[in-house]
């Protein structure tokens, strides 16, 4: 699917504070998704992951390479996107780099949305605890910068991107006293704490069919176009 850059942008940051699960790419989620990956991905979907997993279903999920693959309608895992790259850039040099451009780590990917008052920040889906956030890029050890042929990069490098009142959103933590709560797990009695288990790592994905995503009601500005 060919995109602009800008049109990927309004789309991930439309998506911060949305819930993380691994595996999905806007599913909503559903108890029997969840038993599918838990046998598919054991060594991720531990009895603590499947009790945080089950808190969201009901909800629009993804993952790290699922966000993007969210808004092109093709799966793919986030090693995809360094062996397709037709470009990269060390990670040192994201101040000279194209917004829309895919941010890489082995195991994991973000979206570069441009610079907040003179900082580069990214979109990421980071973890099943933290959901999809809008991070400094330098909060995350990133390798590569990587260019994409699909994308017609709109927005010019520098450029500052005015994303209104978005806020880091933390998913709550699994309430196990109170049965009112919309994150009550009832028989459950672990604690555990800010993991970063989630990350795609070099999984593969079949390639399915997607409906394309909607247009974002968001408005973005960019300035200094």
Request: aromatic fraction near 12%; glycine fraction near 8%.
């Amino acid at each position: 699917m060919a995109y602009l850059a800008s049109d990927l942008i309004n789309f991930v940051i439309s998506k911060v504070g949305g819930n993380y699960v691994y595996g999905a790419w806007g599913d909503v989620l559903t108890y029997e998704q969840i038993d599918t990956w838990a046998n598919l991905y054991p060594n991720i979907y531990t009895l603590e992951y499947i009790a945080k997993a089950r808190s969201k279903v009901g909800t629009q999920c993804t993952d790290c390479s699922g966000l993007i693959s969210w808004f092109t309608g093709n799966r793919v895992s986030s090693s995809w996107f360094n062996t397709n790259a037709i470009k990269k850039i060390s990670i040192s040099n994201i101040k000279d780099c194209l917004p829309g451009s895919i941010l890489w780590k082995s195991g994991h990917v973000g979206v570069y949305i441009g610079m907040e008052d003179g900082v580069p920040m990214a979109v990421e889906a980071r973890n099943i605890n933290k959901g999809v956030i809008k991070s400094k890029v330098s909060d995350m050890a990133w390798t590569y910068v990587c260019m994409m042929g699909d994308c017609t990069y709109d927005v010019a490098s520098g450029s500052e991107v005015d994303i209104g009142d978005i806020e880091d959103i933390i998913i709550p933590d699994i309430d196990i006293n109170n049965p009112d709560s919309d994150n009550y797990i009832p028989n459950y009695d672990l604690i555990y704490d800010d993991t970063t288990i989630g990350y795609d790592g070099v999984t593969e994905y079949e390639t399915n069919a997607r409906p394309e995503p909607p247009s974002s009601s968001l408005a973005t500005t960019f300035i200094g176009i």
